[in-house]
């Protein structure tokens, strides 16, 4: 069995804003060009900032936004599904900074109670793979029996060898 990965992953974008890039406008082209069996999403870091709302910012967390992200997350795995590819949607990993942490608590909340209800989709955690063992922000681990380091110095990104996992 031949397994093929291509990735397609954006820096500095999210589901909040559509202005720099537009998921749902570029997934399409995406998921006709390669026709994944696959599609794993992961989305949200920048996303806990205000949203355009038809002429009109909607804070972050406020109803009117969680009702347009919550769509925005329907969207994007009804697209996928359609195209005949399963999803497995990635949660976002403890982050060290508070405010930060909390922004993306809220998020995988999102993720949470809209994920599950649709089908084709399976919710992946990373929050105990990345914290320590009582929860808390990790910035190592063991990686080949030696101490590396998996995020970056802002608390937030992955290093280099974070984001392959090999050293």
Not at 140 to 147: C, E, P, T, Y
């Amino acid at each position: 069995m031949l397994f093929r990965s291509i990735q397609k992953a954006r820096s500095s974008i999210g589901l909040s804003n559509s202005w720099y890039f537009d998921w749902s406008k570029n997934l399409s082209s995406l998921l006709k060009q390669y026709k994944p069996h696959l599609v794993v999403a992961m989305f949200g870091a920048n996303d806990h900032q205000t949203m355009t709302l038809g002429g009109g910012v909607a804070n972050f967390g406020s109803t009117a936004w969680t009702k347009v992200y919550n769509a925005k997350i329907k969207q994007i795995v009804q697209q996928s599904t359609a195209a005949g590819a399963y999803v497995a949607w990635v949660k976002l990993p403890v982050m060290s900074p508070p405010k930060y942490r909390k922004g993306m608590q809220t998020l995988n909340s999102y993720y949470d109670s809209v994920v599950p209800t649709l089908p084709g989709t399976a919710l992946v955690s990373t929050w105990d793979y990345f914290a320590d063992g009582a929860g808390r922000y990790r910035e190592s681990v063991k990686v080949n029996g030696a101490v590396t380091k998996i995020r970056g110095d802002d608390g937030i990104h992955f290093s280099t060898v974070g984001q392959i996992g090999r050293a």
